[in-house]
């Protein structure tokens, strides 16, 4: 059995900016252990048409190494899949990391000795190692929602999944195609798909505010600025609460004059993505000011749209706008103008089954050759609880978090001694800019694990006092914000059947967050307990 300083799972940005930490400014011996044939992650799995990050590409990248940044130029404003791949490949091999990754490795068993102070890794592989860190670099968004609908095995078209999409693409040309699922995912890829299909049926539950992308490829010019505002842009999204590179709003929106607010929201819709978010500064906690921002999208919703069946469809919301993850978009409604592509709304029309050509709902019949889902992810705990992992006295984490998840700070979990998550539940995480989440978080575990080290430390394990405040935190930062409205948002765990309804991410800023974490390490990991060999 071969043995390592630190196991990580996971070669998305987390896991490789870890390896890169521990090996380098540690001098560990560490082994990445990774389920697909190459580096990536979520951007591995995630290459179904119009795939497409929706944070600005000077943004979405690490910021730990100017040389890094500068030396990496990116096409356009927002980042395509396969350009965020080859990026994630250029880090690795600029790093020299590939040569401690095991690629097609799946972790199924994480199992924590308490004598020898060290965790026994098992894969798939009928592979054995030990190490004595485990850190979890899995993501948040990596296990798929796969809705179960009856007589699946009676289907005799294609399925898939966005989040598991084929590497080799699937032939979807000149085919009736049904689409589940309308959040960010499915707003990318139903214009895409519907430039190909014959036919293309979207089976709709709860429709989702989208604001323009305005995409645009990047100029030289604009290349170079960016590299000049290195640092510029580097403290702006320390300071922004969701890590992004601009200043928040200090303006109320229902106490802004009519004319003016809306010349501000045409303002920011022109320039499109996610900053349209910080038009105003209380849409997130004032019912009044929430109304400005949902009434003006869907004014806008509905000039697109040609059809008004179609449009109340679209706007038919049961959520305030910021509530659910807020996509952006390129022509999301405006292909619903297209005479190939159809809107079912399965609240009113629930789906039954499968049938040999296609799938039935309660009032109809729709013959489909591909299924798509884009259904999303078992968010934040999915791929965790899927693995088997058993911490000090026998303990399992799907056992101690069977009425939700507790941690410390996102990082750490009671009883699961030298066992880290990276953006974890708990952590600001999805409510963020990844990238500036991963990197706090990898160089606080990074700066622990030192702390240890120097101290000759065998084991760090947070307390449960310490996970339950925390956990009453993450409660408390998030009861004065709309995300609490949405009742099927994965924020809450509502897309999962039989998952704890409980708000999963810190939604009090990053911003915050770093602070907090800061603290605890200046004052000695305060809420944890260390152990040594005496």
């Given at each position: 059995m071969n043995h390592y300083d630190a196991i990580i799972i996971g070669a998305g940005f987390s896991g490789l900016y870890q390896l890169h930490f521990l090996r380098e400014n540690l001098g560990l011996n560490v082994k990445i252990l990774e389920t697909a044939d190459n580096v990536g992650g979520t951007w591995f799995w995630n290459r179904y048409p119009g795939s497409r990050c929706d944070t600005e590409s000077k943004a979405y990248t690490y910021y730990f190494s100017k040389e890094l940044y500068e030396d990496w130029n990116w096409s356009e404003r927002y980042p395509t899949q396969p350009e965020i791949e080859k990026y994630l490949n250029y880090v690795c091999d600029k790093l020299d990391l590939r040569k401690d990754i095991e690629f097609q490795t799946k972790v199924t068993d994480l199992i924590y000795d308490n004598e020898r102070k060290t965790w026994t890794t098992l894969t798939n592989n009928k592979e054995k190692f030990s190490s004595k860190f485990i850190i979890s670099a899995v993501g948040c968004l990596s296990y798929a929602n796969m809705p179960v609908i009856p007589n699946?095995?009676?289907?005799?078209?294609?399925?898939?999944?966005?989040?598991?999409?084929?590497?080799?693409?699937?032939?979807?040309?000149?085919?009736?195609?049904?689409?589940?699922?309308?959040?960010?995912?499915?707003?990318?890829?139903?214009?895409?798909?519907?430039?190909?299909?014959?036919?293309?049926?979207?089976f709709q539950r709860t429709p989702n505010y989208s604001v323009p992308a305005n995409n645009y490829k990047l100029t030289q010019n604009q290349k170079n600025q960016a590299n000049i505002d290195f640092h510029k842009s580097k403290e702006l999204m320390f300071q922004h609460r969701g890590g992004?590179?601009?200043?928040?709003?200090?303006?109320?929106?229902?106490?802004?004059?009519?004319?003016?607010?809306?010349?501000?929201?045409?303002?920011?819709?022109?320039?499109?993505?996610?900053?349209?978010?910080?038009?105003?500064?209380?849409?997130?906690?004032?019912?009044?000011?929430?109304?400005?921002?949902?009434?003006?999208?869907?004014?806008?919703?509905?000039?697109?749209?040609?059809?008004?069946?179609?449009?109340?469809?679209?706007?038919?919301?049961?959520?305030?706008?910021?509530?659910?993850?807020?996509?952006?978009?390129?022509?999301?409604?405006?292909?619903?103008?297209?005479?190939?592509?159809?809107?079912?709304?399965?609240?009113?029309?629930?789906?039954?089954?499968?049938?040999?050509?296609?799938?039935?709902?309660?009032?109809?019949?729709?013959?489909?050759?591909?299924?798509?889902?884009?259904?999303?992810?078992?968010?934040?705990?999915?791929?965790?609880?899927?693995?088997?992992?058993?911490?000090?006295?026998n303990i399992s984490l799907k056992n101690i978090w069977q009425t939700g998840p507790k941690t410390n700070l996102g990082l750490l979990v009671p009883n699961f001694p030298n066992l880290f998550l990276i953006t974890g539940p708990g952590s600001p995480a999805v409510l963020t800019n990844m990238p500036r989440a991963i990197e706090q978080h990898v160089e606080w575990i990074g700066n622990c694990i030192k702390y240890m080290l120097k101290n000759d430390y065998d084991s760090i394990q947070t307390t449960v006092e310490a996970a339950d405040d925390w956990t009453e935190n993450v409660q408390e930062a998030v009861k004065d914000n709309f995300f609490l409205s949405a009742k099927h948002s994965w924020y809450l765990g509502g897309n999962i059947p039989g998952k704890p309804k409980i708000f999963i991410p810190y939604a009090g800023g990053l911003n915050k967050y770093r602070e907090i974490c800061d603290l605890v390490a200046q004052n000695d990991y305060r809420g944890c307990i260390f152990t040594k060999t005496t």
């Open positions: 699946k095995n009676k289907f005799q078209g294609e399925i898939y999944h966005t989040g598991d999409w084929p590497k080799i693409e699937p032939e979807l040309a000149n085919k009736n195609i049904g689409i589940i699922g309308t959040g960010s995912t499915g707003i990318q890829v139903i214009p895409e798909v519907a430039k190909l299909a014959k036919k293309l049926t979207v992004h590179p601009w200043t928040h709003s200090h303006i109320s929106a229902k106490a802004t004059e009519v004319t003016k607010r809306n010349a501000l929201y045409e303002k920011a819709w022109a320039n499109g993505g996610l900053s349209f978010r910080d038009t105003f500064s209380d849409l997130s906690i004032d019912a009044d000011s929430n109304l400005t921002a949902s009434q003006f999208i869907i004014n806008k919703i509905k000039k697109i749209i040609k059809n008004p069946d179609t449009a109340a469809m679209l706007t038919d919301f049961d959520h305030p706008f910021g509530s659910k993850r807020p996509p952006i978009d390129t022509n999301y409604y405006e292909t619903f103008n297209r005479k190939n592509v159809d809107l079912i709304n399965i609240r009113k029309d629930p789906i039954k089954s499968f049938k040999t050509n296609g799938i039935t709902t309660e009032k109809n019949d729709y013959e489909l050759e591909v299924l798509i889902f884009a259904t999303g992810f078992d968010a934040l705990t999915g791929t965790l609880l899927n693995m088997n992992i058993i911490g000090d006295n």
